[in-house]
């Protein structure tokens, strides 16, 4: 039934644009999808660590971000939300964060991403071209949320990844910029093992696709944040406020 129910909430998302604009009211073209995944990231030591994410995705555009932040935002704009409630939420995203500080819009503005991310104390965006990752499509298959998924394997960001992606849901997105394949990714493993996304939950959407609530946002190039995004991790402490320090207790 949930699988009936999503497919045709797919059909309604893939419906070509005359007919969209016809059907649909705005509040449809808006709802969209969200996949829910577990995040699990495992570092040097072998310890490994569990997060959600969350992609929110139409026929034209997805946003794959921390679901922590997500929810933040949903409380936040809750009408009957307590301050302990929000408070909760912030606490979660500053968790978070440490793991996962990016928001990624995929095919937004088309044919390129949009990344949204911090360099403490700023938030920076910049936007490049869709990764044109050359994957390998195989005949193998297994099932992830009650779906029927195919493998590939591909090359991005310095890393080997093995997906499993769903030809049912006939959209070309992925968890973090792991796109362009002919169904939804599922699955997203690096062959390190550091980085593992598993869907777990695949819903009707419940808030529109926004870009970004974070403000003073200073527009830059993929490449001067990377090398500002190292240069910062090399020395923290370097771009921490004076207020900020002073704040601190061990």
Not at 152 to 165: C, H, I, K, N, P
Not at 166 to 191: E, N, Q, R, Y
Not at 220 to 237: A, D, Q, Y
């Amino acid at each position: 039934m949930l699988k009936n129910l999503t497919m045709a909430m797919i059909v309604a998302v893939a419906m070509p644009s005359g007919i969209e604009a016809e059907a649909q009211t705005a509040e449809q073209k808006n709802s969209g999808i969200e996949c829910i995944y577990e995040y699990k990231v495992t570092n040097p030591k072998g310890v490994t660590d569990t997060y959600s994410t969350i992609l929110q995705f139409d026929r034209q555009t997805a946003k794959f971000y921390d679901y922590s932040t997500f929810q933040l935002d949903s409380v936040s704009q809750s009408k009957g939300a307590t301050k302990e409630q929000i408070d909760e939420y912030r606490i979660k995203e500053m968790r978070n964060d440490y793991f996962l500080d990016q928001a990624v819009l995929q095919n937004e503005p088309k044919g390129n991403i949009t990344v949204y991310s911090v360099i403490t104390p700023d938030n920076y965006t910049y936007t490049e071209s869709l990764p044109n990752i050359h994957w390998t499509l195989t005949e193998e298959t297994g099932t992830i949320c009650g779906y029927t998924c195919k493998k590939a394997t591909g090359e991005y960001g310095g890393r080997s990844w093995t997906v499993w992606y769903t030809p049912d849901i006939p959209v070309t997105f992925g968890p973090w910029k792991l796109c362009g394949l002919p169904g939804l990714v599922m699955s997203a493993t690096d062959s390190e093992g550091i980085h593992h996304f598993e869907a777990i939950v695949i819903r009707k959407g419940t808030t529109p696709i926004t870009e970004n609530n974070a403000t003073n946002v200073i527009s830059t190039t993929r490449e001067k944040f990377i090398k500002s995004k190292n240069h910062f991790e090399e020395n923290p402490m370097q771009n921490l406020p004076v207020e900020a320090i002073s704040e601190m207790s061990i």
